[in-house]
Nanobody
Framework: QVQLVESGGGLVQPGESLRLSCAAS????????MSWYRRAPGKERELVAA????????NYAVSVKGRFTISRDNAKNTVYLQMNSLKPEDTAVYFC???????????WGQGTQVTVSS
């Protein structure tokens, strides 16, 4: 059974850092593009960052570029999101996503809350 389990969310002050993790199981992790999305209160879900199956390619939303870093460890079936210089506007529920387009596979985690507030 497919599982994506996010962890690492919490309450931090502006300027601080958090590292999110997403542990995957039940599918061939190393063959999937992995992404982090977020949904802020009253807003649509948006793509934050994505990483290719090998980790060779990444892309970021303009709003987080230079502050957030996505990475993956295919030996541990885990994808990470290092978030630095956090801002109140980064407050959202962060979701892990796994996609393999050629199979039409698309999996979601349950989300982890990140709150940035003084």
């Amino acid at each position: 059974q497919v599982q994506l389990v996010e962890s690492g969310g919490g309450l931090v002050q502006p300027g601080e850092s958090l590292r999110l993790s997403c542990a995957a199981s039940g599918f061939s992790f190393s063959s999937y593009t992995m992404s982090w999305y977020r949904r802020a209160p009253g807003k649509e879900r948006e793509l934050v960052a994505a990483i290719s199956s090998t980790g060779a390619s990444t892309n970021y939303a303009v709003s987080v570029k230079g502050r957030f870093t996505i990475s993956r460890d295919n030996a541990k079936n885990t994808v990470y999101l290092q978030m630095n210089s956090l801002k109140p506007e980064d407050t959202a529920v962060y979701f892990c996503n796994a996609v393999r387009r050629e199979f039409g596979s698309n999996y979601w985690g349950q989300g982890t809350q990140v709150t940035v507030s003084s």
